[in-house]
C-alpha cells in the first residue's frame, strides 16, 4: 500500500557539527516492495523525456508513471545496479554478467536487447556493472574488472590491473577512479591521470560535479569535499562529513547545493563547501536511513532509493510541513509572526523559534523551544496593540520576551478582539469557554476587568461591524447579536436560528471579509439586514461560493480570500479572473483532510508565507510559488489490454517519437478478434507530489458521445464493445487550470468470423445460391402451379363442358320431356283419336247395322242401300293401318318401323298391340281398338313377350324405352 509520509516532522535532528535543520521540510512519498511489488534495495534513478521514472532494483528495471509501477527483469534475473538514458530515451541498464538497454518494442512494449553476444566468450563473464554513463557516441559499463565502451555495435574494454572504483561524466569529460592509479580521465581512447600530486587513489570517490568552467567538485564517501582546478591542483573544502556518515551517492540539486546519499544518516543537503543545509532522514519521513541512490527530477524534486523502498521527496514544492515538537506529534491550532520570530499554538502548548532571512520562511534554521508556562493547549495567538496575546486553555496571556504572563485565570480563552479600530484599542473582548471577557488596555498594559455578565455560552467566533454591533456565532446554537451596556459590565444578546433566515442553526460561524461583518453558513455566506431583522444570502459572496458549505474565512493582505469547506481549503483570487468571472477560485488539494476540522485557521503572513493549522503541527504554504507554477501538465498512456479468454497486453505505454512529441504509429494500431471486446486502460500525469491535483477526463471515440467528466482515477475500463474502429483519447487538468495535451489511442474491434468480409462473401454467394434454387424451386414451383393451372383450367373445361353437356342434356332432356310431353299428348291425342275412331267405328257399326235393319225391312230401298255403301268406305277408312302407323311413327321416332326392323317376325296386330302399349293404353281399351276382348289382348302380350324374347322380370314398356 501508497504510504504518503507527509510528515510533520518529529524534529529537527542535526549533526552537532552541522547546526540546525530548516524549520519546513518537504513532503515525503514513500513508496514500500508492497507498492511496486519488486525488491526491496534500488541502486539508481533516471527519468525519460516524458517524465516517467526509471529504478535500478534486485529484482529488475522498474518504472514509475505516477499512479502505475512495472516491473521488467533481466534475462538471467540478475540484481540492476545501474542505468542510464540516452537522448532517445533508450535506458542502458548493466547487471551481474549482463549489458544491454530497454526500448520501444512491438505494440509500444518495452522491450531487452542485450550487448553481451558482442563480447568475445572468454569475456562474458563479469561481476555486477556499477555506473553507466554517456560519453559522446559511446556508453560505458563500469564493472569492478573492466570497463566496457559500447559503440558501432562493437564493445572495447578497458582493463586495470587493481580495480575500477567510480565511474562519472563530469561537464565534457569522462572520469574514472582507479584504485591504483587514482582519478583518470578518457583521452584519445586512452585513460591518463588527473591528478599527479595527490592522485586520489585512497579515497573513495562518490559524486563529481562540474563548477564554472574549468573546476571540478569531488564528493567521498568518508573525506568530504575536494575542488579540482584547470591546472590539476587538489585542495580540501572547508567542511567534513560527520564522523562515521558514508556519502555513498550525491547529485547537484541547484548552483549552489548538492544531495548526498548516506548509509545511515538518510539524505544530506550540503552547500559546496560541505555545509550541510539540510537533513532528510527517518526523523523527518523517510522509511530508513540508509540510501542508496538519490536523483533530481525535472522538476527539481527528490527520488531517493533506499535500502528498503523508494521515497519522493517534494524538495521544490511550494508545501512545508512544521513540527514545533521533537519528541511529540501535536496539533496546531494558530500561528503568528512577532518580533522575528514564528509562534506556533498546539495542543501541547506554545512553541517559537527564531526566523532568520525574509522571503520563504520555512527555509530558517533554527530548533523550535516550548514557552515555558504553557503547560495546556494553546489555542490562539493575537497581536493586539503591538502585544501579543495568548488565549490558552486555562485563561488568557500576554507574552513577552519569549514568556508568557497571566491576565487573567479562569475560562479557557479562544480569541481576543479590539472593540475599536482605532489604535491602540482601549477595549479588547476576549471570547471564552463561557462568555466574554473584557481587557482595557492603558500605557502599554492590559488590565483584565472581567467577565461580562449576560451570555454564558462558549464564544470562538466573534466580530464587530461598522456599526460597533457585535457578533458572535456558536456552532451548535445560532448566531448571536450581543448589546453591551455603556459602561461594559453588563450584557444582552438575541439569539438568531433558522427561523430568521439562516438555513439551519447549526453550524453558523461569523467573520468579516471586505469590511462586511458574514456568517459561513452550510449554504454558503449570508448577512444581515438591519431593515428586516433577516439574514440573507450574501449580495457580494454568493456569486463567489454559491450554496458551498463555508466554515473558514480569512482575508489577506492582498484581498484573497482564505476559506475552509467541509475538509478543504481554498483561496479566492480577484486580481485573476476567469471563465468570465472577475475571480479564481484554486484548490488546495494537497492539504485534503489535513486541517483540524472544527478548528479551522489560515495565517496570510504574506504571499509567501500561508501558515495553515494542521493536526500534525502546522502546514506553511508559499502560495506565491504555487500559484506560479507554470508547470505544463503532461498525460501518459501507460499499458492497454484487451480482455477475452485470456487478459493480453496490446499496448505496452511507448508511442513512436516524431517531431510533434509522441504519437501512435501505425503499426501499434491494433485489430482485435471479436472474442478480446473489452479493455483496460491505464494512464497518468508524472506530476509526482502532485497526484492529488490532477484529474482526468476520458472519450472513447466510436462509443461515448462526449467527454467524460473529470475524475481522479487513473484507469478505465470498457467492456464489450461492439465491432468497429474507436479512439481513446485521455486529457488531465490540475487544480491551477492548466491541462494538458490530449493523447490518443486508434484501435478496432474486428466483427466476429460470422461477420467478417468472407463470410460476407460467403453469404452473398449463399444468398445467390439461395436465389438460384429459390428461383429454380420458383421456377418449379411455377411450372407446377402452371400444370395445376392447365389441369385446373382443363378440369374447370371439363367441368364446363360437364355443365354444357349437363345443360344440353337438361335441354335435350327438357326437349325431350317437351317432346315426350309432346309425344304423350299426341299419342294420348292419337290414342284418343282411335278411341274416338273406334267409338266413331262402333256407332257406325251400330247405324250400319240398323240401316242394314231398316234396308231389309224396306225392301232394298236405294238410298239406304247407299247409305249402306257410304258407311262401308268410311268404315274402310277408319281401319286403315298404314296410315296411323305412319303417324305413329312420326310422334315417336320410327318406333314401328325400328321394331320392325329388329324383329320382323311381328305382325301387323303384333306391332299394332305395341303401338297401343306404346301409348300406354289399358288392356280394355285395347281390346276395343282391336276389337277383341281383353282376354285377347293379354293373350296377344304374352305371345308379343315370346316373340321379343323378354324375360318375365322385364317390363315391356322398359323394353320399349330402349328401342
Request: glycine share 8%; hydrophobic share 35%; net charge positive.
Amino acid at each position: 500500500m501508497r504510504k504518503v509520509g507527509l510528515l510533520i516532522l518529529l524534529c529537527l535532528y542535526t549533526f552537532t557539527c552541522a547546526g540546525q535543520n530548516t524549520i519546513g521540510l518537504p513532503q515525503i512519498i514513500n513508496y514500500s516492495k508492497t507498492d511496486f511489488k519488486a525488491g526491496t534495495q534500488t541502486w539508481d534513478i533516471r527519468q525519460d523525456s516524458r517524465g516517467m521514472m526509471y529504478f535500478a532494483n534486485n529484482e529488475g528495471m522498474l518504472t514509475y508513471d505516477g499512479s502505475h509501477w512495472n516491473v521488467y527483469p533481466l534475462p538471467n534475473k540478475t540484481i540492476v545496479r545501474a542505468l542510464a538514458m540516452d537522448s532517445a530515451d533508450r535506458v542502458y541498464v548493466g547487471g551481474q554478467d549482463e549489458i544491454g538497454y530497454f526500448s520501444q518494442g512491438k505494440n509500444g512494449v518495452l522491450t531487452y536487447t542485450s550487448l553481451k553476444q558482442l563480447l568475445p566468450k572468454s569475456q562474458n563473464r563479469f561481476a555486477d556493472i556499477w555506473r553507466i554513463e554517456l560519453f559522446g557516441e559511446s556508453v560505458f559499463f563500469q564493472a569492478s574488472d573492466r570497463i566496457m565502451e559500447y559503440r558501432n555495435n562493437s564493445i572495447k574494454i578497458y582493463t586495470t590491473t587493481s580495480e575500477w572504483m567510480y565511474l562519472r561524466k563530469a561537464g565534457n569529460k569522462l572520469y574514472a577512479q582507479d584504485k591504483t592509479n587514482g582519478l583518470l580521465q578518457l583521452e584519445r581512447n586512452e585513460w591518463k591521470r588527473v591528478i599527479t600530486q595527490q592522485p586520489m587513489n585512497n579515497v573513495l570517490i562518490s559524486g563529481m560535479l562540474s563548477i564554472g568552467h574549468d573546476s571540478l567538485l569531488i564528493a567521498t564517501q568518508t573525506n568530504g569535499l575536494f575542488l579540482l582546478d584547470a591546472q590539476g591542483a587538489l585542495y580540501r573544502q572547508d567542511s567534513r562529513p560527520p564522523v562515521n556518515v558514508n556519502l555513498s551517492v550525491c547529485t547537484r540539486i541547484n548552483a549552489g547545493e548538492l544531495v548526498a546519499a548516506t548509509t545511515s544518516e538518510g539524505c544530506l543537503v550540503m552547500d559546496f563547501n560541505g555545509r550541510i543545509v539540510q537533513k532528510i532522514s527517518r526523523t523527518e519521513g523517510l522509511q530508513n536511513n540508509n540510501v542508496l541512490s538519490v536523483f533530481l527530477d525535472r522538476d527539481n524534486n527528490l527520488w531517493a532509493g533506499l535500502n528498503n523502498g523508494i521515497s519522493f521527496i517534494a524538495y521544490n514544492a511550494a508545501i512545508k510541513y512544521i513540527s514545533p515538537s521533537k519528541t511529540n506529534e501535536v496539533s496546531g491550532y494558530s500561528a503568528r509572526i512577532y518580533k522575528g520570530q514564528l509562534y506556533i499554538a498546539t495542543s501541547d502548548g506554545a512553541y517559537y523559534v527564531p526566523l532568520s532571512g525574509s522571503g520563504d520562511l520555512s527555509f530558517s534554521k533554527g530548533d523550535f523551544t516550548r514557552i515555558a508556562s504553557g503547560q495546556h493547549e494553546v489555542w490562539r495567538f493575537d497581536e493586539v496593540n503591538g502585544q501579543l496575546l495568548m488565549g490558552e486553555h486555562i485563561g488568557c496571556f500576554e507574552v513577552n520576551n519569549n514568556s508568557s504572563h497571566p491576565l487573567a485565570y479562569g475560562p479557557g480563552t479562544w480569541l481576543f478582539k479590539p472593540m475599536s479600530s482605532v489604535y491602540p484599542s482601549a477595549q479588547v473582548l476576549a471570547g471564552t469557554y463561557a462568555g466574554l471577557r473584557l481587557l482595557e488596555y492603558d500605557q502599554g498594559r492590559f488590565t483584565d476587568k472581567g467577565m461580562v455578565p449576560g451570555l454564558q455560552e462558549s464564544i470562538r467566533f466573534l466580530e464587530i461591524d461598522n456599526n460597533n454591533t457585535i457578533w458572535a456565532s456558536h456552532p451548535y446554537r445560532g448566531v448571536y447579536q450581543l448589546h453591551p451596556a455603556p459602561d461594559r459590565k453588563t450584557l444582552s444578546f438575541q439569539l438568531f436560528t433558522d427561523s430568521a433566515g439562516l438555513p439551519s442553526a447549526l453550524n453558523n460561524f461569523v467573520f468579516k471579509v471586505k469590511n462586511r461583518v458574514v456568517f459561513g453558513t452550510v449554504k454558503g455566506i449570508y448577512e444581515f439586514d438591519a431593515t428586516t431583522g433577516r439574514f440573507v444570502p450574501s449580495a457580494f459572496l454568493k456569486p463567489v461560493f454559491g450554496d458551498m458549505e463555508v466554515r473558514y474565512l480569512n482575508e489577506d493582505a492582498e484581498g484573497n480570500i482564505w476559506f475552509c469547506s467541509g475538509k478543504k481549503i481554498g483561496v479566492v483570487n480577484f486580481h485573476q479572473p476567469s471563465a468570465g468571472k472577475p475571480f479564481t477560485i484554486t484548490y488546495i488539494p494537497e492539504l485534503d483532510g489535513k486541517i483540524l476540522l472544527g478548528f479551522e485557521n489560515i495565517y496570510p503572513y504574506n504571499k509567501e508565507n500561508i501558515f495553515i493549522g494542521s493536526e500534525k503541527g502546522m502546514i506553511q504554504l508559499n502560495y506565491e510559488k504555487y500559484a506560479g507554477n507554470k508547470q505544463n501538465v503532461h498525460i501518459l498512456l501507460g499499458q492497454v489490454r484487451a480482455l477475452g479468454k485470456s487478459d493480453s497486453l496490446i499496448f505496452g505505454g511507448y508511442f513512436d517519437r516524431t517531431t510533434k512529441g509522441y504519437r501512435q504509429g501505425e503499426q501499434q494500431v491494433m485489430s482485435l478478434p471479436k472474442g478480446y471486446n473489452s479493455f483496460h486502460f491505464e494512464y497518468s500525469s508524472p506530476a509526482y507530489g502532485q497526484q492529488n491535483n490532477i484529474e482526468y477526463s476520458y472519450q472513447l471515440e466510436g462509443y461515448d458521445s462526449r467527454w467524460s467528466a473529470w475524475s481522479s482515477r487513473p484507469e478505465k475500463d470498457y467492456t464489450n464493445l461492439p465491432e468497429g474502429s474507436y479512439v481513446f483519447k485521455v486529457k488531465a487538468h490540475d487544480n491551477l487550470g492548466h491541462e494538458s495535451e490530449v493523447i490518443s489511442y486508434r484501435f478496432s474491434v474486428m466483427p466476429a468470423w460470422y461477420k467478417t468480409i468472407w463470410a460476407y462473401i460467403i453469404y452473398g454467394l449463399l444468398f445467390l445460391a439461395l436465389l438460384y434454387l429459390l428461383h429454380r424451386w420458383q421456377q418449379r414451383n411455377l411450372a407446377l402451379q402452371q400444370r395445376r393451372f392447365d389441369e385446373e383450367q382443363n378440369r374447370l373445361k371439363y367441368i364446363h363442358q360437364l355443365e354444357l353437356e349437363k345443360n344440353e342434356k337438361e335441354i335435350i332432356e327438357l326437349q325431350n320431356e317437351k317432346l315426350a310431353s309432346e309425344i304423350r299428348f299426341k299419342n294420348n291425342a292419337l290414342a284418343d283419336a282411335s278411341l274416338h275412331l273406334v267409338e266413331k267405328e262402333d256407332a257406325l257399326v251400330k247405324v250400319k247395322d240398323i240401316l242394314a235393319s231398316v234396308y231389309k225391312k224396306n225392301g232394298n230401298n236405294p238410298e239406304i242401300k247407299n247409305a249402306l255403301l257410304l258407311l262401308g268406305d268410311v268404315e274402310k277408312n277408319n281401319a286403315n293401318w298404314e296410315q296411323f302407323a305412319s303417324h305413329f311413327d312420326e310422334i315417336n321416332n320410327n318406333f314401328l318401323k325400328k321394331l320392325k326392323t329388329r324383329y320382323p317376325v311381328l305382325t301387323n296386330t303384333d306391332l299394332k298391340l305395341c303401338a297401343y302399349l306404346q301409348l300406354k293404353l289399358s288392356s280394355k281399351e285395347i281390346a276395343q281398338l282391336m276389337a277383341i276382348s281383353v282376354r285377347g289382348v293379354e293373350i296377344k302380350r304374352y305371345r308379343l313377350r315370346k316373340k321379343l324374347n323378354l324375360p318375365t322380370e322385364q317390363q315391356m314398356t322398359d323394353f320399349f324405352h330402349t328401342i
